[in-house]
RNA sequence: GGAGAGAUGGCUGAGUGGUCGAAAGCGUCGGUUUUGAAAACCGAUGUGGGGGUAACCCCACCGGGGGUUCGAAUCCCUCUCUCUCCGCCA
């Protein structure tokens, strides 16, 4: 969320950053109803006064004798006219929090308008796999090798899932492993969080509401409407949620493991078949808060450890930086790890890295207070995944298949996987 | 699933209709004292919103929401969470 002072004060400069990612942009209800707003409250709250100015001497006018019939009149008529003013002030308010929440974050100062077309790659690592044979796509590899059961995925869950078996499950958790023992050694602290949440967490995380059609909804009669987390980050940016942290206890660095619940509805496409683009998926979310002047850096390092661990595992990638539009409404700046999928001959994002500077944090409330001068802020907020499964597997099958259909074990993962080479 | 108890400031914990934003203790910060520290003593110590150049003033907040009342931490309803007991348990 925008901080509304900011709109109010600097309309022209905000509607010009906003304007990288969106077509338009107009405050001029939003300021309207603030002015409105603020009309109200100078209103009510004089009438307030007077009434808790005459409520305190009511109980000594009494005690001294004296009829308090007119007083009390009159102040019925004054609480049934402030109770009018508060049911606008509140309906005043909820409509400005409406066309505050719809607004996106505003863009980083270098981040480029305009959309997907003005990605730019950074950097890259490694290079294409030359073949000299015929290689095959992840699914074929995955069947042939034993490694997925898509068929039975379907007929357990239906279109989009698929089961792990026997050394595909294995290959699965040694990449989790992997990924654990590296952000452990790292310094960051272990979350295994509910894979249900309220709808809560989906708003505080910006998710919410332009992707609810998105997640898989829970009926329950007793908690009220909760969902699958589609990705951990939704449970992670709520861990403190309404909390004032200590300036030295920041940066507070978490990761957690889930699997991540999706309904992807309408977005599949012929080539994104296998497990490209699943129901569900399983990632290492890698989580930070930091006090404001610390972030760009954090998301430095956060960028690089998604980059080491691809490196690792020795995976040709390219790093991406998302143009305005392409960056997801809560996030101010992202990159983008890809990795090269032969068989769809193009990058696919296995990791995205995201500053959402105080744009989470004013949804949630999540603040800290500086250790010198006691003053209370919003804290930053960044995400990254560390990583995400469903890209990495293709590619390492894809990547490191070899004439006769077998695939190397990357080096990293043999300790936990205890052969070379699937066949 | 049933029955009961509870939720108050950073923490412990008083307060059951009228200067209660809230006693007391602890903690934290500042000061006095001390060679230094401790102890003792003194003082300060929540958040958000609105007005004002400012000094400062006003409003709201005692788990969340609603109600009763001139007036609610206190009474009523409701939701959430915590604890105790019983039942159930792939």
């Not at 509304?4 to 338009?24: C, T």
């Not at 100078?42 to 009511?58: T, W």
């Not at 102040?75 to 009018?84: A, D, N, Q, Y």
């Not at 719809?102 to 990605?119: F, I, S, T, Y």
């Amino acid at each position: 969320m925008l901080d509304l002072k900011r709109i109010r004060e600097n309309p022209e400069e905000i509607k010009k950053v906003l304007l990288k990612r969106m077509d338009s942009v107009d405050f001029s209800e939003l300021l309207a109803f603030d002015q409105k707003r603020r009309e109200l409250i100078l209103k009510v709250e004089a009438l307030k006064a007077n009434r808790n100015q005459v409520s305190s001497e009511i109980p000594r006018l009494k005690a001294a004798g004296v009829d308090v019939q007119s007083q009390l009149d009159q102040m019925k008529l004054v609480s049934m006219e402030i109770k009018s003013l508060d049911d606008e002030w509140v309906q005043l308010e909820s409509k400005i929090r409406l066309l505050l929440e719809a607004l996106p974050n505003l863009p980083a100062e270098d981040v480029l308008a305009g959309g997907k077309e003005n990605n730019k790659t950074v950097r890259d690592w490694g290079s294409r796999p030359i073949f000299d044979f015929t290689p095959k796509n992840h699914v074929d590899l995955a069947t042939d090798l034993g490694l997925i059961d898509y068929r039975r995925g379907a007929q357990l869950g239906g279109n989009g899932f698929w089961i792990y078996r026997g050394k595909g499950a294995l290959l699965e958790w040694a990449l989790l492993n992997f990924f654990v023992e590296e952000h452990l050694s790292d310094g960051y602290e272990m979350i295994l969080p509910p894979h249900i949440l309220n709808e809560e967490c989906g708003y505080v995380s910006g998710q919410f509401p332009k992707f609810k059609e998105d997640v898989f909804y829970i009926e329950s009669e007793q908690e009220g409407r909760q969902f699958l987390l589609p990705t951990s980050e939704t449970a992670l940016i709520n861990l403190h949620r309404n909390e004032i942290l200590a300036e030295e206890s920041l940066p507070r660095k978490y990761f957690s493991y889930t699997p991540c619940y999706r309904k992807e509805a309408g977005s599949y496409r012929a080539q994104e078949r296998g497990m490209i683009r699943g129901h569900q998926f399983n990632k290492v979310e890698l989580f930070q808060f930091t006090r404001p002047e610390d972030s760009e850096k954090a998301m430095e390092e956060m960028i690089q450890k998604g980059e080491r661990l691809v490196q690792k595992l020795g995976l040709h990638y390219r790093l991406v930086k998302l143009a305005a539009q392409d960056c997801s409404a809560a996030m101010g700046k992202t990159f983008d790890i890809e990795l090269w999928i032969p068989s769809m001959n193009e990058y696919k994002e296995v990791s995205s890295s995201s500053n959402a500077y105080d744009y989470q944090a004013r949804r949630g409330e999540i603040r800290m207070r500086r250790k010198e001068s006691k003053k209370i802020e919003y804290i930053h907020s960044l995400n990254a995944s560390g990583l995400a499964t469903s890209r990495l597997f293709p590619a390492i099958l894809e990547q490191f298949q070899r004439k006769n259909g077998s695939v190397v074990v990357p080096e990293v993962l043999r300790k936990w996987m205890h052969q070379e080479i699937l066949e």
